[in-house]
């Protein structure tokens, strides 16, 4: 799946994945080395995610029901807690450096492409 910042004409991964079963949406980056640029993780019906035992830091956009970003947070390093108080309906695990690069702030469109 890609993963487009309409607003800004800018693509923040071309090959996303998105966590559909329960196990999927647990482990989510677990165990991983480190997360490539261009790649994602999309966890749908999130408005948390935690990076406990994760190894790199991670890129989080949290977006409503309309896809419009309502939280960023960059380069979240390992074992912390990141939550939306807002309406986050749908979480995007991002590389480190991937919302500065394609300027992802609060109110971007967000569109996701299946590829």
């Keep these: 799946m890609k993963v487009i910042n309409h607003s800004k004409g800018s693509v923040l991964a071309d090959n996303a994945t998105i966590a559909t079963s329960f196990m999927s949406r647990i482990k989510g980056l677990l165990g991983r080395a480190g997360i490539a640029k261009g790649e994602g993780l999309i966890i749908a019906e999130c408005g948390s995610i935690h990076t406990f035992f994760m ?8 977006l409503n029901y309309q896809h ?5 947070k960059k380069a ?17 695990e991002l590389p480190p450096g991937t919302i500065d690069a394609s300027r992802t702030d609060v109110g971007d469109y967000i569109e996701l492409q299946i590829a």
């Design 55 to 62: 190894n790199f830091p991670i890129d989080v956009i949290f």
């Design 76 to 92: 979240v390093t390992p074992f912390r807690l990141v939550d939306c108080p807002f309406t986050g309906s749908i979480t995007i």
């Design 68 to 72: 419009t970003v309502v939280k960023v």
